[in-house]
């Protein structure tokens, strides 16, 4: 029968990428080649050379009957011919007399096919990457011509990009499952959290919990308030966890880490060429909240444009993506946190007036570490636990007589923060206990001893003097960090610019010279 070349090209085509799913595409294809071709089953596949395994990624047959199990391991006797032929095969090859190739009668075999076939193999590439191998099969011997492989090779490049396409599928799939899976065992772990389990929930922080409780289950706007390091950030998961937002996300937002220019777009999403780098679409943080919460910490280093635009979602609810021209209403509920004073920065122009009514509308102060000290002794017990795991300690160290009391006679101006580290330093100086904090905490003098120790001091430290060990202590306590959660311009409530001039007029070497 004599075959029109484009019109097989086109039809052939149109089935094989007309469907998403390659199984459908793969038997809309067959259900053509039957009116064209001897065909009675249509397969793709994968040799794996490492593993000796010949997987299936798709197949469509003429009638049910055996179909190859999704993984075939071949006999470790044919790993040498396999993996030689699949390196080296032919772009298209016809096996008419399947009896003839030892290695093909092994699998033919091993699935209980009969030999009296005939097999057109054609390999699949794409962009010089090798996709893997199209299988046809009909019954009788010698049912195949040079004629159907020229065919054949017509649709290579459909074949090819099906084929790559399968095997994105498969891996996207594979990974969302994956995703998935740690989704709802971090949703187990994190459903569970309940003020009980909050540490101080019954001391220190009763009455930030009793906050909490009334004001969880509403919609109303939160404003944490609150030194670096006091838990901000557990506040506001305990206020999404006791919502009826629960099973919705709950995103987080470092206001404070966000350049200018990457503000929109990370908070509001953007459209396919809306800037130079934008290849694909990408939702923002407020339309990845949707149906949840957004917490928007350090909420005081918004910069002035930033503040506008955030009003607007306050005010309306809806966001515009970058580049973008439909507005996209987010059912969302918003808590900020900061640590720095809003009104002092109303004041000086910093911070606008209208927006910090709309955050304010329920604010709760969380007291520092040195304000709850009862809370301490939870805490320490907590981190030796938790970092002792961490650091795969093969025990967990015991505190030595008195340690606690040192713990509560230091002013904590890092908070629990600054208490989890020390706990954590600790543990390494002494791995099997136990655990002290004397040289600890000489090391990060409260106030207190400060003052004492400039009153012995025969030499009286000049104002710079006394910056520079300041600053040189926040550095320490941040491990070198400037900007950012946990930063030593965090610690010291002061812009990470401001910092950094301090640091350069008083001499002060970074992080990657070696702080001093």
């Not at 994968?46 to 593993?51: A, I, R, V």
């Not at 136990?434 to 600890?440: I, Q």
């Not at 030499?459 to 941040?478: G, W």
Request: proline share 5%; with cysteine; glycine share 6%.
């Amino acid at each position: 029968m004599e075959v029109d070349k484009n019109e097989f090209f086109r039809q052939a085509t149109i089935r094989i990428c007309g469907s998403l799913n390659i199984e459908t595409a793969l038997e809309n294809c067959f259900q053509y080649f039957e009116k064209i071709l001897p065909v009675d089953e249509i397969g793709l596949y994968l040799y794996d050379p490492d593993l000796n395994v010949l997987k299936r990624i798709a197949v469509a047959k003429s009638h049910q009957g055996n179909i190859l199990n999704p993984v075939l391991h071949l006999p470790e006797s044919t790993k040498d011919i396999w993996s030689t032929q699949w390196a080296h095969m032919d772009d298209i090859e016809i096996i008419n007399q399947p009896a003839l190739r030892p290695e093909i009668i092994d699998i033919l075999q091993m699935y209980g096919l009969d030999l009296d076939i005939s097999i057109i193999s054609m390999r699949l590439e794409l962009e010089g990457k090798r996709m893997g191998v199209m299988l046809l099969r009909t019954k009788g011997i010698d049912q195949y011509t040079e004629e159907h492989t020229r065919l054949l090779l017509l649709l290579h490049e459909p074949f090819a990009i099906a084929m790559e396409n399968a095997l994105q599928h498969q891996e996207i799939v594979r990974f969302k499952d994956i995703l998935a899976d740690d989704n709802r065992y971090l949703r187990r772990q994190i459903r569970d959290i309940s003020t009980s389990e909050i540490i101080g929930a019954k001391f220190g922080l009763r009455h930030v919990m009793d906050m909490v409780q009334q004001v969880a289950k509403l919609d109303s706007p939160v404003l944490l308030l609150g030194k670096t390091g006091v838990g901000k950030g557990v506040i506001a998961n305990a206020i999404h966890y006791a919502s009826r937002r629960k099973d919705g996300p709950f995103v987080s937002v470092n206001c404070g880490a966000i350049p200018d220019t990457l503000f929109d777009s990370e908070l509001f999403g953007h459209e396919k060429g809306a800037f130079t780098g934008a290849s694909s679409r990408k939702k923002g943080r407020f339309e990845r909240a949707d149906k949840g919460t957004i917490f928007l910490d350090e909420i005081g280093e918004l910069p002035p444009q930033a503040q506008v635009r955030l009003l607007h979602v306050f005010q309306e609810r809806v966001i515009e993506r970058v580049g973008g021209t439909t507005t996209i209403p987010v059912d969302i509920r918003i808590i900020s946190a900061t640590n720095r004073n809003l009104e002092e920065m109303i004041k000086d122009g910093q911070f606008r007036e209208d927006l910090w009514f709309r955050i304010n509308v329920f604010p709760i102060q969380i007291p520092p570490l040195r304000q709850r000290k009862e809370d301490i002794p939870t805490l320490v017990h907590h981190f030796i636990e938790k970092k002792s795991i961490e650091l795969k300690l093969p025990e967990k160290p015991k505190l030595a007589s008195g340690a606690i009391d040192q713990l509560t006679a230091y002013a904590w101006p890092g908070n629990v923060r600054e208490l989890e580290n020390i706990v954590e330093r600790a543990l390494i100086q002494y791995t099997e206990g136990p655990l002290r904090f004397e040289n600890l905490m000489l090391s990060h003098p409260s106030p207190g001893q400060i003052t004492a120790s400039v009153k012995n001091n025969s030499k009286f430290l000049s104002l710079d003097e006394m910056n520079s060990l300041h600053i040189q202590r926040a550095l320490e306590l941040a491990n070198g960090k400037i900007n950012g959660p946990g930063g030593a311009a965090e610690l010291l409530n002061i812009h990470p610019n401001t910092i950094r001039k301090r640091m350069d007029k008083l001499n002060i070497q970074y992080k990657r010279r070696k702080i001093v």
